[in-house]
């Protein structure tokens, strides 16, 4: 039984370079395939996403959500109705949001735990979702930006599922992750300047790790930013009131590979005791590091 990180699309995301981007990122991406053409997606387009589709979930790289659109204007209407003040019209935004919401009814044998996040192919549509939407509450994020290679042009899926099914590129991919949503916040709530130190140590070597790995794929990469969003629980947040200290000393430490800042968005999902929980990602390819 395992744990799996996935990312979630939307009904369109297929057409976009990050469709690429997230197979090298995530365990799993989960794909909406609609039954039959819908909005502007034509008969051939349709067929050529549920081959790709197929054959990523054979490749245990894609779990496949059968889309059917009055289900989603069910769901938009009643789950995101409780969760904000005012109901969302990014259609984008929110399908991505509905993968996300039911990923756990799809797991696959085998997998225990699944945490799922939605991606956005630039900051720009991320703040375009948000800045739609009014919640009585706001949760707070924590925006962590690194600098990392991922799959440049059009690519074959075969080459990618081979780079994703050696074991030392998935090591890489995992020991990456786990500093991301687990080390470093953790390091936030009881800052020290000595482990601060150290676990800056440990995510520039887990980085050249990855940077090696997935630079042994058959395929051109190219640098990008990428930024996973962190949101808050009560504890962590208030703890982060005194963690400025701790912020620039991680964002110091690696200028030119990382940096780190708080922002605050609508919260549609209550964390309740959790410290904190994976938000998003956002792929940023012609933004500076330093710029954000």
Do not use: C
């Amino acid at each position: 039984m395992v744990n799996e990180y996935w990312g979630t699309l939307s009904l369109f995301d297929h057409r976009d370079a990050m469709f690429i981007k997230s197979l090298v990122l995530f365990d799993r991406i989960v794909i909406p395939v609609p039954n039959k053409p819908i909005h502007d997606i034509t008969s051939q387009e349709l067929d050529m996403l549920s081959a790709d589709a197929a054959f990523l979930k054979d490749s245990d790289a894609a779990v496949i959500y059968p889309w059917e659109q009055y289900e989603f204007e069910e769901w938009r209407d009643s789950f995101l109705k409780e969760s904000l003040a005012a109901k969302s019209t990014d259609l984008l935004y929110d399908s991505r949001l509905m993968m996300t919401a039911r990923s756990d009814q799809i797991k696959p044998q085998g997998v225990y735990d699944v945490t799922a996040v939605p991606i956005y192919g630039a900051k720009a549509q991320y703040e375009h979702a948000y800045g739609n939407l009014q919640s009585q509450k706001n949760n707070q994020i924590l925006e962590l930006s690194q600098l990392i290679s991922v799959p440049e042009g059009v690519i074959p899926l075969q080459d990618i599922v081979e780079l994703r099914n050696k074991e030392s590129f998935q090591s890489a991919r995992r020991a990456l992750r786990k500093w991301q949503v687990d080390t470093m916040p953790e390091f936030l709530s009881e800052p020290s300047e000595r482990i601060l130190a150290k676990g800056m140590e440990d995510f520039k070597e887990m980085l050249r790790r990855y940077e090696e790995e997935i630079n042994k794929g058959n395929f051109k990469t190219r640098k990008v930013v990428v930024t996973s969003l962190l949101a808050l629980g009560s504890v962590l947040a208030g703890a982060l009131g005194h963690t400025d200290a701790a912020i620039a000393i991680i964002s110091g430490a690696a200028p030119n590979l990382f940096s780190l800042k708080e922002s605050s968005v609508p919260a549609w999902k209550d964390l309740r005791d959790k410290p904190f929980e994976a938000a998003g990602v956002i792929y940023q390819a012609n933004q500076a590091l330093e710029n954000l």
